[in-house]
């Protein structure tokens, strides 16, 4: 008889040892409704953290033989994290989410239907959830309308690193070696075909979000500079508007000399300060794209492990055949 397909079940986290064991509890009782079809191995990722995380990540690979669990040097990013999880995943399909229990395991059962209607890749979009920030909700749905105005790589708004891809789909991804990953891009530049799935988060078990405003701010600038060259052309755009504004500036200075008011000097140094403003304003443009081409032909490693324990998948398979 063929063995059941292999999922893995990839989750990052950072900083999360007081809901940990309560997000393993609830994911073993989503995957425990799909056991007669599937197998599932389940991959921990600690982003460096700096409490506990990884000794309750130990504890709960004791108690359960499908747990495995990686452990990063240092804080690399979710991202990072993200990408080494998936670097490691075994199965014939790989779902990701975090493990805060903001990305319900109960929608898993529908990311592997979805798969075995033959989607590679399965993504979910994230409802508005009302307990959030004003300020948050509306700094998430700014970026996306940006993203969508400035990428050439469609990104759908509210769309979440809470996904499936099936094996096909994920050596693609793997092959793409960014030092500034930002997956959700990355995963629609593949171009496989997309089936979406929306979701309602949950609330947060323990503690508190890790994404800082600064975090958010770097998570933005790799989606957009990643993915658009937009910002390069707008000095381009500038550079015409402030000639013709230079032109306009001109005339009425020539007028007001004739007239003798004097005001010439300030429509001169008006121009003189917003065209300083705009020059420095695009080599910051060009910088930063220099910087990331810098990082990128460094070829430094994404990630660096600390610690690494990846169970054999022939442990649970002899398990389920005992209990057979």
Request: with cysteine; proline share 4%.
């Amino acid at each position: 008889m063929d063995p059941l397909p292999l999922v893995s079940i990839v989750c990052p986290a950072f900083e999360e040892e007081e809901g940990l064991p309560i997000f393993h509890r609830a994911l073993k009782a989503a995957l425990a409704q799909l056991e007669h079809r599937f197998r599932f191995e389940i991959i921990f990722v600690d982003d460096g953290s700096q409490d506990r995380t990884l000794d309750v990540l130990k504890s709960l690979a004791q108690i359960d033989p499908t747990v495995s669990y990686l452990s990063l040097s240092r804080n690399f990013g979710h991202q990072a994290a993200l990408t080494a999880g998936l670097e490691h995943a075994r199965g014939d399909a790989v779902v990701s989410l975090d493990a805060d229990l903001q990305h319900p395991p109960a929608v898993i059962a529908e990311l592997l239907h979805q798969w075995q209607q033959g989607h590679d890749v399965v993504i979910t979009i994230r409802g508005d959830d009302q307990r959030l920030p004003w300020l948050k909700r509306f700094t998430s749905k700014a970026f996306y309308r940006v993203m969508g105005f400035f990428s050439e790589t469609e990104i759908r708004v509210a769309t979440s690193d809470f996904r499936l891809l099936s094996r096909k789909a994920l050596q693609a991804l793997l092959q793409l070696k960014e030092q500034h990953r930002f997956m959700r891009g990355l995963v629609q530049w593949l171009g496989f075909v997309v089936k979406e799935i929306e979701f309602q988060p949950d609330e947060r078990v323990a503690g508190k979000s890790k994404y800082t405003l600064r975090r958010m701010i770097r998570l933005a600038s790799d989606g957009l500079f990643s993915f658009s060259r937009t910002p390069l052309r707008v000095p381009i755009w500038l550079s015409g508007f402030f000639f013709a504004l230079a032109l306009l500036h001109a005339v009425l200075a020539g007028v007001s000399w004739l007239r003798d008011t004097g005001a010439a000097w300030h429509y001169l140094l008006v121009i003189v300060n917003v065209g300083i403003g705009c020059v420095l304003g695009s080599v910051g443009v060009v910088g930063e794209y220099l910087g990331r081409v810098h990082e990128q032909v460094k070829q430094r490693p994404v990630y660096l492990l600390k610690e690494c324990e990846l169970r054999p998948l022939e442990v649970g398979v002899a398990q389920r055949r005992e209990a057979a």
